[in-house]
Structures are given as C-alpha cells and as structure tokens.
C-alpha cells in the first residue's frame, strides 16, 4: 500500500505542533477526538467506492474542519458529476491506496498526490464523511485540497472564491448582495445558473435560523408561478452540514408550499440541508456571493515567473487566441 511521507498517518497531518492556530479554527483541541488514522478499506468491511452509486451535490457531509467555504463549492461542482471526475486522475478506486488530483497552485495546474488515510473518529472520518451511497471522493479530495496548504487545520476558514480557483483554475468574483438593486440581482444569479457556473453564497450574520460565517452551495434559482403570474422568486441553497435550519419564509414546512409549486422546483421534503429562499430574504441573509465562471471546454495556460524582484517592473503581453 502506498504511503505519503509528506502527510504521514499521524496528528501532523492535522496540526503542526509548533506551528498551532490559536484562534476559531484551531484544531489542537480536536486531536483527542480523532482515535487514529485508517484507510477506508479498514473502515469498511466491503471494498470502498469512488463514486457510490452516482456523483451528486448531497455527497458533501462537512465535518470537524471549518472548510465550508471549501466544500461549498464542491457540492456546486458536483451539480455536474464529470466535473468532479476530472479532478481525479483514477476513475475507480485504488486498491494500493493512492491518488492523484488535479488542482490548481497559484493558477497553475498541479498533479496532487495523496494516500488515502484519514484521521478517523467514531469508525467514520473526523472530517468530510462518506456519502449515504458509500462513495469516498470527498474525502479524498479534502486531503489533497489539505495538502495543498499543508495540513487540515490549515484550511479551517477561507475565501469560497480562493477554494474556487484551486479546484477549478477558472476565475471567481465575489458580489454583494445588498449593493444590487433586486432586479440586478436576479438577473445575475439566473444568468449564472443559465450558464452552469459554480454559484456559493455566504451568511454572516445568522438571519432567519441560518449558520452565521458560513458558506452555502447555491444550487438553482426559480420563479414560482400561478398560471402566468410570477408569485415568487426562489433560491435553492445547500448547507453543507447535510442539515437544515432555515426557518424564514417558504422554508420546508411552509404552508405557501402548494402541490402546484412543489412540482415547479425540486422539492424536497426532510432535513437533508438544502432549501428555498425568497430573492428579498436571499440578499438579506447572504451578504455575498460568488460566481465561478467555470467552462466544461475551457483551456488554462499560464506563465511561471521565478527569482521574482519586487524591486523590479515587469511588463507582459499576451495574445487570446481562443474565446
């Protein structure tokens, strides 16, 4: 079985002991949780899977790291299953427990290899878990996406536009809500879901239930209709807890929800994370939002600038040849 020295199955996979976070995201505090460091073919009595039985945004269960803004954006990407798909190198799980993940440092495209041993707490991962299907590429990829940064803690809290490019490579701009008027506003999130880009949105002050500093995959915007008659416009958000506690208007259990307006969304009753929010109560609770401008066809090149002087001006010049 494959074993990665630079991430060893130990505790400075979590955390650098002389090199603690002492704030919010400190997990120092969380090592004596963790029981040990196990590869999912010790954890699981059958042989583990890759995928489970599809790719699907509800795969994503966040857990002890405070990398929402991280897996937020997965679950986005994963509304298109060959985007996750072309992270990975392997199609299929590896039986010597090795992966490698295509990322991107910096803008620059860079292969990521990771073993698969993961810190552990009660028989399941300490920190992203499995989905309800058995597949384990969330968790692979949050090791690789740790990596990167050099270990777990590290990765506790962030920028959903900074998790964006590493995963994508494509250019993210972050919005805020409450500077756009609602028209605006709603014209740029319907043309972004128009366009398949990958849309996350955060909530920083707690309004109507939700997780305060949290980040949220948004998966869909829709308008409620009676007859021709817009009644309402709707936001499908995703909590990447896999919980719900959205308690504002058109909420899961709202009595406005009609047969008829259930079927004109994907509805989903149960508290399975995601839910509908109005675009007023939207721009209320998420103070901002980011677009990934993500294309399935798009070419990344780039250009490495090394013995870089700070002293010095540097001018470029380059020429686009594909729109």
Not at 5 to 12: A, E, N, R, Y
Not at 48 to 70: A, K
Request: hydrophobic share 30%; with cysteine.
């Amino acid at each position: 079985m494959y074993s990665d020295t630079s991430m060893p199955g130990d505790s400075s996979m979590v955390v650098w002991s002389n090199y603690k976070r002492t704030d919010y995201a400190a997990l120092s505090s969380k090592l004596g949780y963790i029981r040990g460091y196990k590869r999912p073919t010790e954890m699981e009595r059958s042989s583990p899977s890759l995928w489970g039985s599809r790719i699907d945004y509800d795969d994503i269960y966040q857990g002890s790291v405070g990398d929402c803004y991280m897996v937020s954006v997965a679950s986005a990407l994963a509304e298109y299953p060959d985007r996750i798909k072309k992270l990975f190198v392997q199609d299929s799980y590896n039986k010597e427990g090795i992966f490698a993940l295509k990322l991107h440092v910096k803008g620059k495209p860079e292969y990521i290899t990771i073993d698969d041993k993961l810190p552990y707490g009660s028989s399941t991962p300490y920190f992203a878990k499995k989905s309800v299907d058995g597949s384990w590429w969330m968790p692979i990829l949050e090791k690789a996406y740790a990596k990167v940064f050099m270990n777990y803690e590290i990765i506790g809290f962030g920028w959903m536009s900074e998790a964006a490019r590493v995963l994508t490579g494509a250019p993210s701009y972050r919005y805020t809500s409450g500077s756009m008027s609602d028209t605006d506003l709603w014209n740029t999130l319907k043309s972004a879901d128009a366009n398949k880009y990958v849309l996350t949105a955060a909530s920083m002050d707690g309004l109507y239930g939700l997780a305060k500093g949290h980040a949220y995959s948004l998966l869909g915007v829709y308008e409620i209709k009676s007859g021709s008659t817009v009644v309402e416009r709707l936001v499908m958000m995703r909590n990447p807890w896999k919980s719900e506690t959205y308690n504002g208007p058109w909420k899961d259990s709202d009595s406005k929800w009609t047969t008829s307006y259930k079927s004109q969304v994907p509805y989903k009753y149960g508290n399975d994370g995601r839910f509908f929010i109005p675009l007023s109560n939207f721009k209320q609770a998420f103070k901002y939002f980011t677009v990934t401008y993500y294309k399935d066809d798009y070419s990344v090149s780039y250009y490495e600038q090394k013995n870089f002087r700070l002293s010095t001006t540097y001018n470029y010049e380059f020429t686009i040849s594909k729109t």
